[in-house]
C-alpha cells in the first residue's frame, strides 16, 4: 500500500476548516464531553446546521451530569430541527449512564464507550482519538470513500463492514499524534475534495498514489439508492408532531396535526413517535417524554 499518511496530514494542516470541536480551547473547556456531542450531532447533519446548536447545547450543559440532571423532554426540545431526533433521547441516556457508571466522565475506552446508549463503532473511536489521543482506526462514509478511490480504485464504496476498520489502520502511522491528523484528514479530504459526485482529483493531495485515478476514474461503483422523499412522507408528519410538541407543554390527541390532510399517516406519526420514546399519551394528552 502507498504511504498515504505523509500527504495527508501535509494537506490537513493547510487545509483543515477551523471547527470549534478541533480548537483545543473548546477541548480544553468541555473535554470528552464536548467531542461526544459534537460527535452526536454531527452523524447524517450538516456540520453548518450543527455548529449553532452545539454551542447552545453546551452552554446549557457543559457536563454529562448537567444533561442527566434534566428531563429528557428538554433534551429533545432542545435538539431543535437537527433531525434524527432520537439521538437526543440516546445523548441524554448516555449522559445518565456516564454519571452513574463513569462519575460523570466520558470515558476513554472503546469497549465502555460502546457499552453506552446510542454509541456505535465511529463514534466510540471518534471519542477516543480525538477527544483522549488513543490510537484506532476512525471512519465515516468520507473516510470510505477515500479508501475506496485511493486504495481499492473503485467510484464508491460498498456497504460499510469491518474491512473498511482494517483499512483505515493500515495507513495509520505509529505517532499518535500525527495518527489522530491522519484520522481527521481522511475525513476532511472526503468531505471536501473526494466528494461523491464530482471529485477535485486537480486539488487532491493523493492524485498520485490514487488507484481510481491511475485506472482512469472509471464509473465503477454499484448504483447509489435513493433517498425516500421527504414531502407527504411519515417523515414528515412525525417532524410536525414533534414540532408541535416542542412548542406545548401537552398538546389534546384529538388537537395533534388537528388539519393534517391525512389522518392515517398522523395517527402513524403519533403511534411511531410513542414507540420511539420521542412521546408519551396519558389522560387523552401527548407530550414529550418526562
Known amino acids: 500500500m502507498p504511504d498515504l499518511a505523509a500527504p495527508l496530514i501535509g494537506w490537513y494542516r ?16 468541555y473535554g470528552g464531553w464536548g467531542v461526544l456531542v459534537s460527535e452526536f ?18 452552554t446549557r450543559w ?14 429533545v426540545r432542545q435538539w431543535a430541527t437537527l433531525g434524527y431526533p432520537r439521538r437526543a433521547l ?56 477515500v479508501l475506496a478511490r485511493a486504495v481499492a480504485g473503485h467510484a464508491h464504496p460498498a ?29 476532511e479530504l472526503g468531505a471536501l475534495v473526494c466528494i461523491a459526485r464530482t471529485p477535485r482529483c ?6 498520485h498514489v490514487c488507484a481510481w485515478r491511475a485506472a482512469g476514474c472509471p464509473d465503477n461503483a454499484d448504483a447509489p439508492r435513493r433517498q425516500a422523499r421527504y414531502e407527504g ?29 391525512d389522518p392515517a399517516q398522523r395517527d402513524r406519526a403519533i403511534d411511531s413517535l410513542i414507540a420511539d420514546g420521542l412521546a408519551e399519551a396519558s389522560d387523552g394528552l401527548l407530550h414529550l417524554p418526562r
Open 14 to 29: 493547510h487545509h483543515a476548516r477551523d471547527l470549534p470541536w478541533r480548537r483545543p480551547a473548546f477541548r480544553a473547556r
Open 41 to 58: 450531532m454531527l452523524q447524517q447533519t450538516p456540520v453548518n446546521r450543527v455548529i449553532p446548536q452545539l454551542d447552545a447545547w453546551l
Open 62 to 75: 457543559p457536563t454529562p451530569t448537567a444533561l442527566a440532571a434534566d428531563a429528557p423532554a428538554e433534551a
Open 90 to 145: 440516546w445523548l441524554h441516556q448516555a449522559a445518565v449512564e456516564i454519571r452513574d457508571r463513569h462519575g460523570g466522565v466520558v470515558p476513554r475506552d472503546v469497549d465502555a464507550l460502546l457499552a453506552l446508549t446510542g454509541i456505535g463503532d465511529y463514534t466510540a473511536r471518534a471519542v477516543a482519538v480525538f477527544a483522549y489521543g488513543e490510537r484506532h482506526p476512525v471512519v465515516d462514509t468520507n473516510t470510505r470513500r
Open 159 to 187: 456497504s460499510p463492514s469491518r474491512r473498511d476498520l482494517q483499512q483505515m489502520a493500515a495507513i495509520l502511522p505509529d505517532d499518535l499524534p500525527d495518527a489522530a491528523v491522519v484520522n481527521a484528514a481522511t475525513m
Open 202 to 207: 486537480d486539488s487532491c493531495p493523493l492524485a
Open 233 to 261: 412522507s411519515d417523515r414528515q408528519a412525525r417532524g410536525a408532531v414533534l414540532r408541535q410538541l416542542r412548542a406545548a407543554a401537552s398538546v389534546p390527541l384529538d388537537g395533534v396535526l388537528a388539519d393534517w390532510p
